[in-house]
Nanobody, 124 residues
Framework: QVQLVESGGGLVQAGGSLRLSCATS????????MGWFRQAPGKEREFVAA????????NYAASAKGRFTITRDNAKNTMYLQMNSLKPEDTAVYYC?????????????????WGQGTQVTVSS
């Protein structure tokens, strides 16, 4: 059974930092692109960042550039999202996802497996 488990969400003040983690099985982690998406209440799920298997390519949403950093540890089958300088508009449920493939796409339909999400709340 495929499982992606996010952790690291929580409540933080504006300007603070959080690091999200996404752990999964090697079977779906290996060789594939992974990404982070988020969904705020009443809004569509939106792309945050993605990283290829060898971490030779990353892509960030404009809202994340310069503040968020996506990384992965292939030995641990884990992906991370370091979020700095958080803003209230970053408040959302954050999801990790696996794309079966080597390219990066920014639309949710391009990803095959999803975690259950972790809540990030940024207070002003």
């Amino acid at each position: 059974q495929v499982q992606l488990v996010e952790s690291g969400g929580g409540l933080v003040q504006a300007g603070g930092s959080l690091r999200l983690s996404c752990a999964t099985s090697g079977r779906i982690f290996s060789g594939n692109t992974m990404g982070w998406f988020r969904q705020a209440p009443g809004k569509e799920r939106e792309f945050v960042a993605a990283i290829t298997w060898r971490a030779d390519s990353t892509n960030y949403a404009a809202s994340a550039k310069g503040r968020f950093t996506i990384t992965r540890d292939n030995a641990k089958n884990t992906m991370y999202l370091q979020m700095n300088s958080l803003k209230p508009e970053d408040t959302a449920v954050y999801y990790c996802a696996v794309r079966v493939g080597v390219t990066i796409v920014v639309f949710p339909q391009g990803y095959n497996y999803w975690g259950q999400g972790t809540q990030v709340t940024v207070s002003s």
